[in-house]
């Protein structure tokens, strides 16, 4: 199993980010995706969580309407839009999934900061 993020940078306040997690090593488009996140002396929140098939999501509310998460299940990748970005969202972004039998796997993460 094996999941990649990318997209992450230095944004200004207001300004928009992409978030990009390749997946492999299992079926992707049979199971729950998720964005979680982790700031600097915090615990590592869920951000955001859609179904196998992209039409159930979930978002935290600090990021309900702001946030926008998404999958492809052909090309085996899940997205996260970010709009109107607050200093607060500064974080480590990882991708998440369970699978049944085998627990719990994460990516490397992908650093968003979000600073003038």
């Known amino acids: 199993v094996q999941l990649v993020e990318s997209g992450g940078g230095l944004v200004q306040p207001g300004g928009s980010l992409r978030l990009s997690c390749a997946a492999s090593?299992?079926?992707?488009?049979?199971?729950?995706m998720s964005w979680y996140r982790q700031a600097p002396g915090k615990e590592r929140e869920l951000v955001a969580r859609?179904?196998?098939?992209?039409?159930?999501?979930h978002y935290a509310d600090s990021v309900k309407g702001r946030f926008t998460i998404s999958r492809d299940n052909a090309k085996n990748t899940v997205y996260l839009q970010m709009n109107s970005l607050k200093p607060e969202d500064t974080a480590l972004y990882y991708c998440?999934?369970?699978?049944?039998?085998?627990?719990?796997?994460w990516g490397q993460g992908t650093q968003v900061t979000v600073s003038s």
């Open positions: 998440n999934t369970y699978l049944l039998g085998s627990g719990r796997f």
């Open positions: 859609i179904n196998s098939i992209g039409d159930s999501t």
């Open positions: 090593g299992f079926t992707f488009s049979s199971v729950v």
